[in-house]
């Protein structure tokens, strides 16, 4: 009788350590930092905007004969360089894809409507005259689209730090936006 | 077992949020960007206090045929306030309008007014607009100061785009 009570609170004892040993698994002082399906819309929407936007950015280096707008072409491309490593992590250390799942057909479907098109860029790179009018049409089209998922984040967003970065992400483009509406009236008047 | 419904959790988050992917930019579309139409003017800081329309000049979208410059629809009335002060660009007997798209619709055509008058159409018969998009229109008799109203109006919807743009025609 003893023996079996010794046994059975043996096995009590083992079931206890299993379960503290599962809960020592759970990082319980650190909870997992609650995030939610439109902050991991925001983060690879973004991404797939800036892979798009750099192609615009690179032409532009090498061709834009305005001052102006090689600086804002520079100044956005290390912005750019600084907020996809942030978004990357973030994405990777919740588990999540890096790009929206394409069989969703967010490349192939509506969604594609609003984004920069190989044509575009096709296009823009054969411009003859007036690169730089085409250049400022194409970015601010691009990043009016940004600030619109940035905004999307702000208001439906669950994880601080990335609704941090998409409130100063929509306030930085929209400066930059304001700057390009400026220089577009001076080259399109002007010709 | 919790982390198991955290897992759970994460692929339902996964599966809904590239859903959104696929629907979501449903609102945003183009403008005239110069001669600055008056949603560029708001959207440039030119034109102080224009309300939401500085953050989207690309979403002044309204059922087709009006003469409106906020096209009738229930947001951005402020584009229809004459009393707004708008800058208006110089300009000769001819002007080339100029557009920034944030989504190439399928185009049935483009129309340019002053007033009841139309001074041009461009009929696209359902193409989407390439990179760019500029219209070069005759301002006819019209001289002095004047509101150009353009519609964009998309093939495949029962919509269209309006740009007022505002200017002095010497």
């Known amino acids: 009788m003893t023996r079996m009570i010794g046994a059975g609170r043996r096995a009590i004892a083992a079931l206890l350590l299993l379960s503290l040993a599962a809960c020592g698994a759970q990082p319980r002082s650190v909870p997992p930092p609650a995030f939610n399906s439109t902050d991991v819309m925001f983060l690879q929407m973004s991404l797939e905007y800036i892979r798009q936007g750099e192609q615009v950015l690179t032409t532009a280096q090498t061709r834009a004969k305005n001052a102006e707008l090689k600086t804002l072409t520079a100044a956005l491309q290390a912005q750019w360089a600084e907020e996809q490593g942030t978004m990357q992590r973030w994405l990777l250390g919740w588990s999540q894809p890096l790009t929206a799942d394409p069989s969703s057909g967010a490349h192939e479907g509506h969604g ?16 003859k005259d007036n690169f730089d009018g085409t250049a400022e049409a194409l970015l601010l089209g691009h990043l009016h689209n940004c600030v619109e998922v940035s905004r999307m984040e702000s208001t439906g967003g669950q994880y601080p730090p990335a609704k941090a970065l998409a409130e100063q992400m929509a306030a930085t ?5 304001q700057r390009l509406l400026k220089l577009q009236t001076g080259s399109t ?3 | 077992m919790r982390r198991r419904i955290a897992l759970a959790l994460l692929s339902i988050a996964a599966v809904v949020a590239s859903m959104f992917v696929a629907i979501a930019p449903a609102s945003a579309h183009g403008y005239i960007s110069s001669p600055p139409s008056r949603q560029a003017n708001c959207a440039s800081g030119k034109v102080a206090n224009c309300g939401d329309i500085v953050w989207e000049p690309q979403s002044v979208e309204a059922a087709k045929g009006s003469k409106l ?10 584009l229809n306030d004459a009393s707004k002060g708008w800058p208006a660009a110089s300009v000769g007997r001819t002007v080339t309008f100029n557009w920034v798209f944030t989504a190439r619709h399928a185009t049935a ?21 390439g990179a760019t998009k500029s219209h070069t229109v005759s301002m006819g008799s019209f001289t ?6 353009a519609r964009w109006n998309v093939a495949d919807t029962a919509n269209a785009f309006y740009s007022c743009v505002d200017v002095t025609i010497s």
Do not use: K
């Not at chain 1, 594609?112 to 411009?127: C, F, G, K, N």
């Not at chain 2, 055509?109 to 607009?129: C, V």
């Open chain 1, 173 to 177: 483009r929209q400066g930059q936006v």
């Open chain 2, 109 to 129: 055509t483009w129309e340019y007014f002053i007033g009841n008058t139309l001074l041009a159409s461009f009929n696209d018969g359902g193409a989407q607009p």
């Open chain 2, 144 to 149: 002095g100061r004047q509101t150009v109203l």
């Open chain 2, 69 to 78: 410059c906020n096209g009738g629809g229930s947001r951005f009335a402020v």
């Open chain 1, 189 to 191: 008047m002007g010709a």
């Open chain 1, 112 to 127: 594609d409507l609003h984004s920069l098109r190989p044509s575009d860029i096709a296009e823009l790179q054969a411009t």
